[in-house]
């Protein structure tokens, strides 16, 4: 649970609250996919997904460019 939060916090940018709502909303729903999939590595997945946001917007998704 801790994890999902951090990774919220990091994608949504830190102090944005409309941004970590709909985070959260993308990487459950994104979780529950990855779970009914691949349970197996459906984390690896949302860490993934992490990297690549962080590699192409380094400030988060919802972060000033």
Known sequence: LII???IIVVIASLGNITGAYITS????????LATWLAP???????????????????GGL????
């Open 25 to 32: 909303l993308l990487i459950g729903v994104i979780s529950s």
């Open 40 to 58: 197996e590595i459906d984390i690896v997945i949302i860490y993934l997904i992490t990297i690549i946001i962080l590699l192409l917007r380094p």
């Open 4 to 6: 999902y939060a951090f």
């Open 62 to 65: 919802f972060g000033e460019r």
